[in-house]
């Protein structure tokens, strides 16, 4: 099994950054795919960006790019989300996720979820 803590979510104005950490612990040798997902209140979960943890290819949701960036450090088992020019709508909980076959955007492929880290950008 494969374990995700996230952390560095918190409050912030529009135009500002923060900076998503992920730390994956447990058989991490099976995760082909890691990624981040957001939720806001009454909104079905959406794929933010991804990164397959051998290549380093990227995968970004329209509107974050640009403005985002997603990073891994694999000696450290962790998972990065640099959110910069922040925006109201970015508001939600923030989610680290494994896939163990896939990469890519769709939540329905990822296998392991962390608890979720919450990002309020006020206007």
């Known amino acids: 099994q494969v374990q995700l803590v996230e952390s560095g979510g918190g409050s912030v104005q529009a135009g500002g950054s923060l900076r998503l950490s992920c730390a994956a612990s447990?058989?991490?040798?099976?995760?082909?795919?890691m990624g981040w997902f957001r939720q806001a209140p009454g909104s079905e979960r959406e794929g933010v960006a991804a990164i397959s943890t051998g290549g380093g290819v990227t995968y970004y949701r329209g509107s974050v790019k640009g403005r985002f960036t997603i990073s891994q450090d694999n000696a450290k088992n962790t998972l990065y989300l640099q959110m910069n020019s922040l925006k109201p709508e970015d508001t939600g909980m923030y989610y680290c996720?494994?896939?163990?076959?896939?990469?890519?955007?769709?939540?329905?492929?990822?296998?392991?979820w962390g608890q979720g880290t919450q990002v309020t950008v006020s206007s």
């Open positions: 996720a494994a896939a163990r076959s896939w990469c890519g955007l769709a939540a329905d492929t990822y296998n392991y």
């Open positions: 447990g058989y991490t040798d099976s995760s082909r795919c």
